[in-house]
């Protein structure tokens, strides 16, 4: 493993030994099997948390300023800097400042972006915690997120999610922020006045749950947002469960770190034994941008599998319009069999996958998309991009599972 380039996976962090690991652990993973041969490190912006890690379990973790001098000695020219944030609020903008004082110290340091950087972000989140609470919304349940909260302009992004929901037809769910706007009373006041609810599910709109999330949301204080709603007669339901434990939300930042690293030719060249080079790429499996013709048919992630030199990929869409999928043309599609078209599979977030033959990489191939709706075929263009590929497994029993 090439000690040139590391990535560093900054967060705030969290004094929950358990849902540390769910979380920000999981996210460290993802980027570690994402981008294979380059080694991840960890870094909390937030002292106390660090101390209170070191104290009570033992765990040991730089802050960002330190993990970057080990970097330094470790003879590491090339850092990528993920951080976990949702937003560019105080926390993120003091990791750019310590940023900016290592930037001639390194041959390139680069900061990737945090969770909601631009409005396609948005929409994968609300995907992404609707699909997860879907039992819940059955008319006569509030679902209701908290999330941290800023002084910054960032704190606008809570509203502008707000309004998208409602928009895509969630109307029975609701933000709030623990120690920003909206507060917990404003939430109830909209709750209210929007219809009457029986029940209030409460989550964490944040990485990891935490202290606000077991305290500040479920906690029996005064204060805790559980006591709030069952001031006002809410039955309520706690979920303590972070953002970073759903892999659609993890997908978001291997995609802002994936968006860093893309036109990076050092960094490619570190990966050269990772990368896939040729239409028929060794055994094993790969996670490899694939491009489409349509904003119809966005693609959300592809992993391609090699077999014997015969390739599939397992594509998972953006929607849910669409009911079956076929290697070949519109008119091909009418025209065969339904039993060998790709139908979909719900996977853990809800969205829909398929798998399908891949005849080429490096070149636009044809896909029909049978429409849910209309019940018609419809001609798409894909082209799977073989220098963004990573090796995720080699052949064996582990490969075959290509939707994990």
Same mark, same amino acid.
């Given at each position: 493993m090439s000690k040139k380039t590391a990535i560093l996976a900054a967060s705030f962090g969290t004094s929950f030994a358990d849902s540390l690991e769910l979380t920000i652990g999981a996210i460290e993973k993802d980027i570690a099997a994402?981008?294979?041969?380059?080694?991840?490190?960890?870094?909390?912006?937030?002292?106390?948390?660090?101390?209170?890690?070191?104290?009570?379990y033992g765990i040991e973790t730089d802050g960002v300023s330190e993990a970057l001098e080990k970097m330094i000695?470790?003879?590491?020219?090339?850092?990528?800097?993920?951080?976990?944030h949702l937003?560019?609020?105080?926390?993120?903008?003091?990791?750019?400042?310590?940023?900016?004082?290592?930037?001639?110290?390194?041959?390139?340091?680069?900061?990737?972006?945090?969770?909601?950087?631009?409005?396609?972000?948005?929409?994968?989140?609300?995907?992404?915690?609707?699909?997860?609470?879907a039992e819940y919304d059955d008319g006569e349940t509030a679902v209701c997120f908290m999330g941290?909260?800023?002084?910054?302009?960032?704190?606008?992004?809570?509203?502008?999610?707000?309004?998208?929901?409602?928009?895509?037809?969630?109307?029975?769910?609701?933000?709030?922020?623990?120690?920003?706007?909206?507060?917990?009373?404003d939430v109830i006041r909209t709750i209210k006045?929007?219809?009457?609810?029986? !029940?209030?599910?409460?989550?964490? $709109?944040? %990485?990891?749950? &935490?202290?606000?999330?077991?305290?500040?949301?479920? #906690? +029996?204080?005064?204060?805790?947002?559980?006591?709030?709603?069952?001031?006002?007669?809410?039955k309520t339901v706690c979920i303590i469960e972070g953002l970073?434990?759903?892999?659609?939300?993890?997908?978001?930042?291997?995609?802002?770190?994936?968006?860093?690293?893309e036109n990076d030719e050092a960094f490619k060249a570190v990966n050269t034994e990772n990368a896939v080079k040729t239409t028929a790429p060794a055994d094993g499996k790969y996670l490899i941008s694939a491009e489409s013709d349509?904003?119809?048919? !966005?693609?959300?992630?592809?992993? $391609?599998? %090699?077999?014997? &030199?015969?390739?599939?990929?397992?594509?998972?869409? #953006? +929607?849910k319009g669409y009911e079956r999928l076929f290697a070949g043309t519109a008119e091909e599609a009418?025209?065969?069999?339904?039993?060998?078209?790709?139908?979909?599979?719900?996977?853990?977030?809800?969205?829909?996958?398929?798998?399908?033959?891949?005849?080429?990489?490096?070149?636009?191939?044809d896909i029909a998309a049978l429409s849910v709706r209309k019940k018609e075929w419809y001609g798409r263009k894909v082209k799977f991009i073989s220098s963004t590929a990573r090796r995720i497994s080699g052949t064996g029993g582990e490969a075959e599972r290509c939707q994990e």
């Open positions: 994402a981008f294979p041969g380059i080694e991840v490190r960890r870094a909390f912006t937030s002292s106390v948390v660090r101390g209170i890690l070191k104290e009570s000695n470790d003879g590491v020219k090339r850092v990528y800097v993920q951080p976990t937003m560019k609020g105080i926390e993120y903008g003091g990791l750019v400042d310590v940023i900016k004082n290592f930037a001639d110290k390194f041959d390139k340091i680069i900061l990737s972006e945090p969770l909601f950087s631009n409005e396609d972000d948005l929409e994968r989140v609300i995907s992404a915690i609707t699909g997860k609470t941290h909260g800023t002084e910054t302009e960032a704190n606008k992004v809570y509203a502008v999610l707000q309004d998208r929901l409602w928009a895509d037809g969630y109307e029975n769910y609701f933000i709030g922020t623990v120690e920003a706007e909206p507060s917990v009373n006045a929007k219809k009457t609810y029986k !029940r209030a599910v409460l989550e964490p $709109l944040m %990485v990891v749950a &935490g202290d606000h999330a077991n305290n500040d949301m479920a #906690g +029996g204080g005064e204060k805790s947002w559980k006591t709030a709603f069952e001031r006002e007669g809410f970073g434990q759903i892999g659609a939300v993890r997908d978001i930042y291997i995609d802002h770190l994936s968006a860093a690293v349509s904003p119809m048919f !966005r693609i959300k992630k592809a992993v $391609l599998k %090699v077999n014997g &030199g015969k390739m599939n990929a397992v594509l998972t869409l #953006g +929607g009418g025209k065969s069999d339904i039993s060998i078209t790709a139908p979909f599979t719900a996977d853990e977030n809800g969205d829909y996958a398929y798998t399908l033959p891949v005849s080429a990489l490096d070149k636009e191939i």
